[in-house]
Nanobody, 114 residues
Framework: QVQLVESGGGVVQAGGSLRLSCATS????????MGWYRQAPGKQRELVAL???????NYADSVKGRFTISRDNAKNTVYLQMNSLKPEDTADYYC????????WGKGTLVTVSS
């Protein structure tokens, strides 16, 4: 059974930082491309950051220079370090594991107050 469990969300003031984690089980983690997505109220889910199985990263323009995605294959976990947070970063954040199929976590809420 594949499981992706996000943690680390919460309420933070603008300019602050949070570190999200996504612990996985049931997949060969090192073989999967991992991503973080977010969905704000009334908006579509959007890509935040990707890290390929080989370590290559990509970011949405809106988070470049502020967010960093990383992975620890020994811990089967992907991280999202979020710095200089803005109110517009408020959203539910989801991690996804993609190879042939895509698996999703249930999300963790990030609220950035102004």
């Amino acid at each position: 059974q594949v499981q992706l469990v996000e943690s680390g969300g919460g309420v933070v003031q603008a300019g602050g930082s949070l570190r999200l984690s996504c612990a996985t089980s049931g997949i060969i983690f090192s073989a999967y491309n991992m991503g973080w997505y977010r969905q704000a109220p009334g908006k579509q889910r959007e890509l935040v950051a990707l890290i390929a199985s080989g370590g290559t990263t990509n970011y949405a323009d809106s988070v470049k220079g502020r967010f960093t995605i990383s992975r620890d294959n020994a811990k089967n976990t992907v991280y999202l370090q979020m710095n200089s947070l803005k109110p517009e970063d408020t959203a539910d954040y989801y991690c996804a594991a993609n190879r042939v199929l895509t698996y999703w976590g249930k999300g963790t809420l990030v609220t950035v107050s102004s």
